[in-house]
């Protein structure tokens, strides 16, 4: 041992405010990967403070994503069923033109993957009853999982977008439901969680409890290329995870060739399944299931589809952003459009986007200090909000006040 030094006992720098009680927290993480990253910082800091997590999602395609976050997963639905079959069995079929009227019906579409989950999540229940319920934006199976047990519930934000049609498309398909619980509408949550930084928060969602965005992607075995770069410029390039899916290997193969006319680096984020062939197709560009949390800030550009997910993650760096939001979603274009008014990222139409003008945008956005300064100043916004250290202790000082 270094003279001088000592070893006693440690002391708590500050008391717990429960002393030896255990809090019990069911978190209910939504329907895709993202929607499961976005909920384990707050998860782990609970764990952390010496609670019990369960984490739950309404299709069990997502069980193996959720364990393999390091959360503990709860089984709500049959193996191997997927959204597409639980909302063909709903009759929900129809698809409005209207963007707008396409987000109402997401929230009958969600609602109703939820609901089927609830007989389940009430069983789980009685075997482990949660003194609190943290559910995501669209997690409607929460609210009403939480008024049959008389429990609080916490909504977790998952992204910048406001839920306000969803929320009515959800309360329509749920009347029955909420009618029998004596609700005239979805119950209002004990606490609501921000992760949007303040000048990107919608009106209507200001007064929450704002938490600082840390990324919870997916790991893997890190290579020195993915969190090092060489003195040139990086794009990183991530079009989701339905590469493969919906055949978007010849796009993704001209967007990548054209950025690389820039003189740039190019790493392109997607899942192993799509890895193979675009290997194949790009010989000298990194493909791979990179996390994103490492990969981000070595980037001087993020290209993507305007993923909740992956626009906080870049903005936590404070990287600029070239957007490609789908005009059918209505979700992603207004996160898109707010997002560029800020000056920290530019969107692009499918009729604007081709392969051509992404890269000459992804050109100007690197040789434009002005996105830069944009994203760095949203980046600082990010870095001050409160901890999920500090928003676990608030969640525990509410189930206390609620006991």
Request: proline share 8%; net charge negative; with cysteine.
């Amino acid at each position: 041992m270094a003279p001088g030094f000592s070893v006693g006992k440690l002391e708590p720098t500050t008391s717990h405010p429960w002393e030896d009680d255990l809090v019990k927290v069911l978190n209910l993480a939504g329907v895709a990967p993202s929607t499961v990253f976005s909920h384990v910082p707050l998860a782990n800091a609970l764990r952390n403070a010496g609670h019990q997590v369960m984490t739950t999602a309404s299709v069990d395609e997502m069980v193996d994503t959720i364990a393999g976050v390091g959360l503990s997963a709860v089984r709500t639905t049959a193996p191997g069923v997927t959204p597409r079959q639980v909302i063909a069995e709903s009759g929900l079929t129809h698809v409005p033109e209207d963007p707008a009227e396409r987000e109402v019906m997401a929230g009958r579409w969600y609602a109703h993957m939820e609901y089927v989950t609830l007989d389940a999540l009430l069983a789980f229940s009685k075997d482990w009853r949660p003194d609190v319920i943290v559910s995501g934006v669209t997690s409607y199976s929460g609210p009403l999982l939480a008024a049959h047990l008389g429990v609080p519930y916490v909504r977790h934000a998952w992204d910048i977008h406001t839920p306000r049609l969803m929320d009515q498309g959800a309360e329509d398909q749920l009347r029955e439901q909420l009618t029998e619980l004596g609700l005239d509408g979805l119950p209002e949550p004990a606490m609501t969680i921000e992760i949007a930084p303040p000048s990107l928060l919608p009106d209507d969602l200001k007064g929450g409890q704002p938490m600082r965005w840390i990324p919870g992607n997916s790991q893997s075995v890190l290579e020195p290329w993915m969190y090092t770069k060489s003195a040139g410029t990086r794009i990183g390039v991530t079009i989701g995870t339905g590469v493969a899916n919906y055949n978007q290997y010849d796009f993704l193969q001209a967007v990548v060739e054209q950025v690389a006319t820039l003189d740039a680096e190019v790493v392109v984020a997607v899942t192993e399944d799509a890895a193979p062939e675009l290997r194949e197709r790009l010989k000298n560009v990194r493909a791979g299931w990179i996390p994103l949390d490492v990969v981000a800030p070595t980037c001087d550009v993020l290209v993507h589809q305007t993923g909740g997910s992956t626009m906080m993650t870049g903005l936590s760096f404070g990287v600029p952003q070239v957007l490609l939001p789908d005009p059918n979603l209505f979700r992603a274009n207004a996160m898109a459009r707010r997002l560029a008014d800020t000056g920290a990222a530019v969107v692009l139409s499918p009729e604007e986007a081709t392969s051509e003008v992404i890269a000459k945008t992804c050109g100007e956005l690197v040789a434009d200090p002005a996105f830069k300064a944009a994203a760095g100043g949203l980046a600082r916004e990010i870095a001050e909000l409160p901890s999920p250290n500090e928003v676990a202790l608030r969640i525990e000082q509410l189930v206390r006040e609620a006991s």
